[in-house]
């Protein structure tokens, strides 16, 4: 496990205390919060990124127990690792990525870890596979108890939207809806929005027909790009 201990060591001597921190208030690491108990070190994402290209040789079993580690800085790197391997892999290591990260999701637990991989990972595999295979994993996900299996199966969609594939995105969101997690709303206002982007009139169908019961967070996520008047048009009668 030399390159492991070679990974540690590299990223405690880039770490900031003071930055550090901040991120453990910037994701709510407080008791009762939804990071409760993470521990950081105070390094940037473009950082990670560069130790993960440099590792990125690294086993299964030492990317495992990256995984499982209660430094946030050292779950992600192994998650971007992941990314890496599973782009430029051939379709039977594809599927085995795909298999480890959804095994392994309890140690996928806050918001950046899951938007930095799930759409990579979980959605590209499961655009592979095709549209029918892929809805009773996604519903699963986002009918789990686990906020962060519930973000993956929506952030995961966002693979599809960038391949102007949106009835999965669209039918997480209507499942979503009443979702009471503040995360969840933005999740699920983010991908709407992404949609729109590419479909505006996809969007808006389904806008006019949920609209009303929207948590107000999730449908200002949706509309933020849209023109005022009809932006507020829809703020006003939500």
Known sequence: MADLEQLRTELRTISNPVKAKLLQGYFKT?????????KFLGVTVPASRKIAIRFKSLS?????????SKIHEERLIALLILVQKFNKANEATQKEIYEFYLKNTKYINNWDLVDLS??????????????AK????????????????????VIS???FIRNNKFDESLKLAEILLEDT???MHKAVGWMLREVGKRDLKA?????????????RTMLRY?????????????LKKN
Request: hydrophobic residues 35%; without cysteine; positive net charge.
């Open 30 to 38: 407080g008791k009762g919060e939804y990071g409760e108990g993470d």
């Open 60 to 68: 299964f079993v030492e990317i495992a127990k990256l995984l499982q």
């Open 118 to 131: 799930s759409h990579e990972i979980v959605g590209g595999h499961l655009l592979r596979r095709g549209l």
């Open 134 to 153: 892929s809805k009773p994993i996604l519903i699963k996900l986002a009918k789990s108890k686990n906020i962060w299996e519930r973000r993956i199966a």
């Open 157 to 159: 969609t966002f693979e």
């Open 181 to 183: 997690h503040d995360l």
């Open 203 to 215: 969007e808006i169908r389904f806008l006019d027909k949920h609209y009303k019961k929207m948590p």
């Open 222 to 234: 949706a509309i933020e790009k849209f023109p005022e008047k009809l932006r507020m048009s829809y």
